[in-house]
């Protein structure tokens, strides 16, 4: 690869990589070709990316990006798969990958900006999606106001079943 090249790439993984807010980085040591085919097809799923990067290019493309914290864990044979929506639901898809292919290792991940371990990966996997915990904010934020409601309807519907009642007893 000449000089012209190795500039171009590096330019594509700026682009690329360089906006990313959630990345993780992988190990895929041992992986077969169609088990590749594969973990494409589940990191597009998520609308997200898969690159496998020479990691002294990759070096130069992520300075002064936020994955430059993760600069350490370029070593061996790394693929990086990022995107800037869901974090949670890549790394339900990798770790489901991972379970299936435990050729597969976690390096590290950037989420948000920040820093994560590996072993703390797994974790993060595990959490609800966006969407459900939104759901879980709206019913904790109305909840109050639902019983509010119950105990204030409660006072009037017992006022109209005791006035039905006393109605009843004077026509009788």
């Known amino acids: 690869m000449n000089r012209t090249e190795k500039t171009e790439v590096v330019t594509e993984l700026q682009q690329a990589m ?9 190990d895929f040591t041992g992986i077969t070709v169609p088990q590749v085919t594969e973990l494409r097809r589940q990191v597009r799923e998520t609308k997200s990316s898969y690159v496998v990067v020479k990691n002294t290019l990759a070096l130069i493309a992520i300075k002064n990006s936020p994955l430059e914290g993760l600069s350490d864990k370029f070593a061996g044979q790394t693929a990086v798969v990022y995107n800037d929506t869901d974090p949670v639901a890549l790394a339900k898809a990798l770790k489901k990958f991972a379970k299936d292919v435990p050729a597969v290792k976690f390096k590290g991940a950037l989420l948000d900006g920040k820093v994560v371990p590996a072993n703390q990966i797994d974790a993060i996997a595990e959490l609800p999606s966006r969407e459900v915990l939104i759901s879980r904010l709206l019913f904790v934020l109305q909840s109050p106001m639902r019983n509010l409601a119950v105990v204030l309807g409660a006072n009037i519907k017992n006022l109209a ?3 039905d009642q006393v109605g009843k007893q004077k026509a009788e």
């Open 18 to 26: 360089g906006g990313a807010t959630n990345a993780f980085l992988v």
């Open 161 to 163: 079943v005791v006035l």
